[in-house]
Nanobody, 115 residues
Framework: QVQLVESGGGLVQPGGSLRLSCAVSGSSFSIYAMAWYRQVPGKQRELVAGITNKGSTNYADSVKGRFTISRDNAKNTVYLEMNSLKPEDTAVYYC?????????WGQGTQVTVSS
């Protein structure tokens, strides 16, 4: 049974930083691409950042230069470092293993950017 558990969300002021973590169990973590998505009520879930099994990364234009995705294969964990946060980054952030069609998602962690 594949499990993904996100942590690190919370309330932060505009311009602040957060680091999200996603711990994976029950899967050969190192062979899969990983990604972070986010969703706000009434909108589709959108890709924020992805990282291949070899460490290549890609980002949504809206977060380039502010967010950094990384992975630690020894810890079966993927991270999302978020800096210079804006109110429009407010969303539930989800971790994904292997692409959206594989269907492995975490439960989500709320990020709220507000003064």
């Amino acid at each position: 049974q594949v499990q993904l558990v996100e942590s690190g969300g919370g309330l932060v002021q505009p311009g602040g930083s957060l680091r999200l973590s996603c711990a994976v169990s029950g899967s050969s973590f190192s062979i899969y691409a990983m990604a972070w998505y986010r969703q706000v009520p009434g909108k589709q879930r959108e890709l924020v950042a992805g990282i291949t099994n070899k460490g290549s990364t890609n980002y949504a234009d809206s977060v380039k230069g502010r967010f950094t995705i990384s992975r630690d294969n020894a810890k079966n964990t993927v991270y999302l470092e978020m800096n210079s946060l804006k109110p429009e980054d407010t969303a539930v952030y989800y971790c994904n293993l292997g692409g959206p069609n594989l269907g492995h998602w975490g439960q989500g962690t709320q990020v709220t950017v507000s003064s």
